[in-house]
């Protein structure tokens, strides 16, 4: 992997992780789209990481308020706002972090799959649509019930499907549950930092032990190799593209968060469900054009 690819990477990553648009499927589709190899895992992990910090920078004085709520929280019993936040955070967390362990080597081989990938992209866009079509609620992030605090963590597993965004999926979990667009984005980027976070403890354990887990390379027998893209990258690039491409990720992460947050507070999520339908259905084409072209 050349500079210029690490870069593009990282600004794909940073804009499709944190807008509503699947950076699953822009990876994994733009590389089906340009030839590219898809990076190593080690490469992966640097740019979740970039993005997370992007989230915590953004974020830094409510992950603050969630920190200090989480630990006084068990004497107050979570009754002032920060610490009731804290609480809906982890309680958000708990079903993803559940379902992509238990499935972990089935969504693992849904990425070696364009055409699903594309097809999905699809559903996020409807369901974008969808949500904009409902009475915005009047809730803020705080007054959420447990209940639905839980249940916009299980919208969040939609994301772990490639084509699926992790963003979209809650918050249109978040507007479905009473809390406006805005609130909805804000507990959306709360629940980002321990989604990312481990997603990239399970990615560095396959870093470390790759034997132990056959996942890791699921890529090349989920049909990757099939449809054109090379199988996931096993040796790792060379420390200074990783860093660019971490820092790519940092700083387009920063600024598409900050535009998003800005742009829900007076905009629907039409725009990206139209961008949504309009990728998925030039990449179909292209697959089934090309398949169509194999002897």
């Known amino acids: 992997m050349d500079y210029l690819h690490a870069v593009a990477l990282g600004i794909v990553q940073g804009i499709a992780e944190l807008f509503p648009i699947s950076s699953a499927a822009h990876t994994l ?41 989480f630990f006084s929280g068990f ?36 990425f070696g799959l364009p055409l699903f990938a594309a097809c999905f992209l699809l559903v996020t866009g409807l369901l974008l649509f969808a949500v904009e079509r409902l009475r915005q609620g009047p809730g803020e992030a ?18 772990l499907v490639p084509g699926g965004s992790r963003s979209g999926f809650s918050i249109a979990g978040g507007m479905m549950s009473g809390l406006t667009r805005e609130e909805a984005a804000r507990f959306s980027f709360l629940l980002a930092g321990p989604a990312i976070v481990g997603a990239s403890i399970f990615e560095m354990r396959r870093v470390i032990h790759p034997r132990a887990d056959p996942a890791a390379l699921a890529l090349t027998s989920g049909g990757v190799e099939q449809h054109g893209v090379a199988a996931l990258g096993v040796a790792p690039e060379p420390t200074m593209v990783i860093a660019v491409g971490f820092i790519v990720a940092f700083i387009s992460g920063y600024f598409a968060i900050r535009f998003f947050m800005r742009y829900v507070n007076d905009h629907r999520l039409t725009p990206f469900a139209v961008y949504c339908w309009v990728f998925a259905l030039v990449m179909i084409g292209v697959i089934l054009a090309r398949q169509h072209a194999l002897p």
């Open 29 to 69: 589709l733009l590389s089906y789209l340009f030839g590219w190899k898809l990076p190593s895992l080690p490469f992966v992990v640097m740019l979740h990481l970039g993005t997370f910090l992007a989230v915590l920078l953004y974020f830094a004085r409510d992950y603050g308020k969630l920190v200090a709520g």
């Open 75 to 110: 004497g107050d019993r979570f009754a002032r706002p920060h610490e009731r936040l804290a609480l809906l955070v982890i309680l958000g967390t708990i079903p993803l972090a559940i379902v992509g362990k238990m499935f972990e080597k089935q969504f693992d081989r849904l």
């Open 142 to 159: 705080e007054s959420l019930g447990y209940g639905k605090a839980f249940l916009v963590g299980l919208s969040q597993i939609g994301g």
